[in-house]
C-alpha cells in the first residue's frame, strides 16, 4: 500500500507541476504577427501559422512556426523541437542549438544572448490563454546599449549594481486555434 500511495504522489507531482506542455495547448493555429522596431506602430505585417504537436508522450513536442506564404519573399520556416529533459524544457533549434526554458503556469519562457559582432540579448514568451489563444512575444536589444547606475539599496547591504538595456524590437502575434 505504501508504494503505491508514493507512485500516486510522484505521478501527481510530475502530471501537475512538471514542465511538460500540456495537451490543451497542442494544435495548429492562425495569425498576423506585428513586427515593432522603436516606434509604437507596426514597421510590417505578416500572416503567421504556428503547429505545436506532440512527438513521444510527455517528452518532446514539435513546435512549427510559419512566417509569410511559400514561395513569396519573406517566408520563413522554424521547425524545432522542444525537449524535456531532468524536467528542464529546451527549444532544440537544430545544428547543436538548444535554449533553456521555463513553463511557468501557462507561459513558456526563455532568455538568451547572441554574442559575435553585436551582443543581443532576446526573449520569447508564449502564453496560452484561457479562451484557447496562445499570446506570442519576442524581443530583444543591444547588449552594448548599457546605461548604468549605482544605487544604495540599505545601508547594512551596500550599493548595487544596475545596467539597462533597451528594448529595440518585438514581434507580436495572438494565434487562434483553427482545429485540434
Known sequence: MYKVFVFFIISIHLNCFGQRI???WLGHYKGTMELFSVKETPVAIVPVEFKLSKLVQDTS???????????????VEKNYTIELKADTLFM??????????RRMGECLFDFYTITGDSETFMSSIMCHQTNGDIEFNLFGGSLNQTEGTSITV????GAFGLS?????????????????
Not at 513546435?63 to 513569396?72: D, P
Not at 532544440?92 to 526554458?101: H, L, P
Open 22 to 24: 500540456p495537451d490543451s
Open 61 to 75: 513536442w514539435q513546435y512549427l512556426m510559419v512566417y509569410g506564404e511559400k514561395g513569396k519573399p519573406g517566408f
Open 92 to 101: 532544440n533549434e537544430g545544428d547543436g542549438i538548444k535554449i533553456r526554458m
Open 154 to 157: 540599505a545601508e547594512d547591504n
Open 164 to 180: 539597462t538595456y533597451p528594448v529595440s524590437f518585438n514581434q507580436h502575434v495572438i494565434f487562434k486555434k483553427i482545429n485540434q
